[in-house]
């Protein structure tokens, strides 16, 4: 069965600075995808980035971006220039056809 | 483009209610989901459906019931409302071909006392 791993419950990072969360996955499937989903204190579950597991390359958006280790199954996130704005909790995701497996999340604060 | 929409976005009930929270999406994806997440916690799967007609059971499905007649609703149903089942409710879709991209309903909030 596929597992999905956040170490790190809660997490601080000065405005501006860069922070990256951890996420770990099991699984014996070759082709997925793997997600980072952030949800405000509005709730709404937003996409913040993805990753197709055939691709090598790290997937970026603009501020955040990915180190994606496929053969050590890990997937972090990093986020470069924080701002208030990213304070907010963080689910690492794996999907394969219908199975979707969250992270238990970490929480991540700006400090001002 | 209305997405995922769920009603209502709060409900109060008393203990042994019952009530149906309402999830439809117009993006004719074929799978949806049910989570339920508790305060300070992740999701946890309730109910799923790879199409009308199918569904099946998540981790945490005993006081639930779902039902997939069309693709576009998935409604679920909380029989006997307990406090235990106070909580936001999230509904979800997803096309099954694809990015992959999980799309979620803004959620419903429900206390039950």
């Known amino acids: 069965a596929q597992t999905v791993t956040q170490s790190q419950p809660e997490m601080s990072v000065q405005e501006a600075e860069t922070v990256t969360l951890s996420c770990t996955y099991d699984t014996s499937e070759s082709d997925y995808y793997l997600f980072w989903y952030k949800q405000p204190p509005s709730r709404q579950m937003i996409l913040v980035i993805r990753q197709e597991a055939y691709k090598q390359q790290n997937a970026t958006e603009n501020r955040f971006s990915v180190n994606f280790q496929k053969a050590a199954k890990s997937f972090s996130l990093k986020i470069s220039d924080s701002q208030l704005g990213d304070a907010a909790m963080y689910f690492c995701?794996?999907?394969?056809?219908?199975?979707?497996?969250f992270g238990k999340g970490t929480r991540l604060h700006i400090l001002p | 483009n209305a997405g995922v929409t769920q009603t209502p976005k709060f409900r109060i009930l008393k203990i042994g209610q019952s009530m149906t929270l309402q999830c439809t999406q117009d993006?004719?994806?074929?799978?949806m989901y049910w989570y339920r997440q508790d305060p300070g916690m992740g999701l946890k799967l309730i109910y799923y459906?790879?199409?009308?007609?199918?569904?099946d059971k998540g981790e945490v499905p005993n006081g639930y019931n779902v039902s997939r007649s069309t693709t576009e609703d998935f409604p679920l149903r909380l029989e006997l409302a307990a406090p235990s089942q106070t909580s936001v409710y999230f509904c979800?879709?997803?096309?099954?071909?694809?990015?992959?991209?999980?799309?979620f309903g803004e959620g419903s909030r429900l206390t039950v006392l």
């Open positions: 459906s790879v199409g009308a007609g199918i569904t």
């Open positions: 979800a879709s997803k096309d099954r071909v694809g990015t992959g991209e999980l799309f």
């Open positions: 993006m004719n994806h074929n799978y």
């Open positions: 995701a794996w999907n394969r056809d219908d199975k979707i497996i």
